[in-house]
């Protein structure tokens, strides 16, 4: 995935720089070199190296799930009712929190997640945010590398409903300075609704947000997103996620533009409606890929099955769906220095996949093929025998 310092578009998120029979040099947890096999075992740092052999396997970097709803809503709190589901994170202590967390985490390093970004959402519910954004604070060092967001998400409107616009308010001038005060969460998000009611509401929270320093995110995952678009353009998000309503025509504004397009193929799957992926492509927009795992609506956390259901409906070539999941998803999430590559002065976060060909990845589709995975130059994952019965 070495390449251009920003994020691939058109061409070049075709362009993989593949070695053939390559290695890398891992020390500390950083990667020092990355090469033809034989000019990296000759090397005098190679010398005393442990050495893991990856013959017939693909050896590739990390995943990077750039857009996830791994901890809210709880499972069983009622998928519809925000209201319900915050009460159901009071409720719960702050360890039964962490713990379903933490099995989440488990399963996506075992399918080849290293770094994935989880939103919350809870609404104007100081208490529930607040626990939310604590428990994810706890994963800071863990072996999959967590990247809170804030998800600012209007509470339901009735015509002159008062408490409505001081949710509102109470949320742009009170929690969101906290929040960002604290240091817990370092994007922030907001789920776009199609109400022309709405709009004074996001365009006040992304200048607030902006104004105090946090880098932005959009969903837009409603009718009619023309508005979103040019509202994300002019307040320069990092991205702009879902677009499964866009045309091909309203999207292609992005081309020119810094925005990323996170697209969600798993979401759109159930819906039965894409995002016009190949379009922003062909416009030159940087595109990436995300599970968007949620365990009521999307509850899918292989991005594994993220880039073969691109591939499949999407019409994106296995080379594009690999670097939007990876490299470009970095980017999204703000880390592309570090991670979303396997170049030298980056975190070893990799994987080793069991097919000796990245084209396979197309047809893998509810395959488990990761066969070890890695993080900052530790082996989180490696793949183990099935139990037999003894006779």
């Not at 362009?15 to 020390?27: F, K, M």
Request: aromatic content about 6%; hydrophobic content about 45%; some cysteine.
């Amino acid at each position: 995935m070495r390449g251009p310092k920003g994020p691939r578009r058109g061409l070049a998120l075709d362009e993989l720089s593949i070695i053939p029979d390559g290695a890398l040099l891992v020390r500390d947890g950083v990667v020092l070199e990355v090469g033809p096999t034989r000019r990296v075992e000759n090397l005098a740092l190679a010398r005393d190296a442990v050495e893991i052999n990856a013959a017939g396997r693909v050896v590739m970097p990390g995943f990077v799930d750039s857009h996830t709803h791994l901890a809210f809503p709880l499972l069983g709190s009622g998928s519809g009712d925000h209201d319900a589901a915050a009460r159901a994170v009071r409720a719960n202590t702050g360890q039964r929190l962490e713990a379903k967390v933490r099995a989440y985490l488990e399963a996506m390093a075992r399918h080849g997640t290293t770094t994935v970004e989880i939103k919350t959402g809870c609404g104007p519910d100081e208490s529930a945010e607040s626990k939310m954004l604590r428990v994810l604070s706890v994963f800071k060092q863990d072996p999959v590398e967590v990247i809170p967001s804030f998800l600012f998400r209007l509470p339901h409107r009735s015509s002159g409903d008062a408490s409505y616009h001081e949710a509102a308010d109470w949320v742009l001038g009170d929690l969101l300075p906290k929040i960002w005060r604290r240091g817990v969460a370092q994007f922030a998000d907001v789920a776009w609704d199609s109400d022309p009611e709405c709009y004074q509401y996001f365009d006040r929270y992304l200048e607030v947000a902006r104004g105090l320093g946090f880098p932005l995110k959009m969903h837009a995952d409603h009718l009619e997103p023309q508005r979103a678009l040019a509202m994300a353009v002019d307040h320069a998000v990092v991205s702009i996620d879902h677009l499964e309503y866009a045309t091909e025509e309203e999207a292609a504004i992005l081309g020119p533009e810094g925005v990323i397009a996170t697209l969600l193929p798993c979401a759109s799957f159930r819906d039965d409606r894409d995002a016009p992926a190949r379009g922003l492509v062909n416009a030159g927009a940087a595109i990436a890929l995300a599970t968007n795992f949620n365990p009521h609506h999307t509850p899918t956390l292989n991005m594994q099955t993220a880039v073969a259901l691109a591939c499949l409906r999407m019409r994106l070539t296995v080379a594009e769906a690999l670097s939007a999941a990876t490299i470009n998803g970095a980017h999204a999430l703000g880390c592309a220095d570090r991670v979303g590559s396997l170049e030298p002065g980056k975190s070893a976060d990799l994987l080793m996949l069991n097919v000796a060909d990245y084209r396979d990845m197309a047809h893998t589709f509810g395959t488990n093929v990761v066969h070890m995975t890695m993080k900052r130059g530790e082996v989180i994952y490696w793949e183990g025998a099935v139990t037999r019965k003894v006779p």
